[in-house]
């Protein structure tokens, strides 16, 4: 996940959320050739993958469970923010939704899911300081 040096208004994280977190893990490594690094959630893993040779991590696949479990299984693109609250107001003010959160994120930040007035879905994250 980003850390606090990421600007705000810059994508700092994109992940996938799927009921099938090892079978997408195992297609992207095909299709890709990302490698794949598991990543500790409790009784589960989820998965950063990362590019070949340099093992920069591109991205995540994570499974549809816990404050993942209602995401749908589409790309979902991470925005750095200065500050949730005020931009979960400016969606809604804006024709937008606020889908899910803000919670927690582990040890990273807090994290919100907004739906835009054309229906697109994002995450809006701030990092903690």
């Known amino acids: 996940m980003s ?55 591109a991205a995540g696949i994570c499974r549809a469970r816990g404050a993942n479990a209602g995401l749908p299984p589409q790309w979902l693109v991470y925005i750095s923010v200065a500050d949730i609250e005020k931009s979960l107001k400016a969606c809604r003010g804006a024709g937008g939704k606020v889908l899910a959160g803000p919670r927690e994120m582990a040890d990273h930040g807090h994290v919100a899911i907004i739906q835009d007035p054309a229906g697109a879905v994002a995450a809006l994250f701030q990092p903690f300081k």
Not at 13 to 31: C, G, K, M, S
């Open 3 to 57: 850390n606090s040096k990421e600007r705000a208004g810059s994508i700092s994280w994109t992940d996938l959320t799927v009921q099938n977190a090892e079978e997408i893990r195992d297609f992207y490594e095909a299709v890709a050739g990302w490698k794949s690094t598991p990543v500790q959630m409790g009784d589960y893993n989820d998965y950063c993958m990362t590019t070949p040779g340099d093992g920069k991590v």
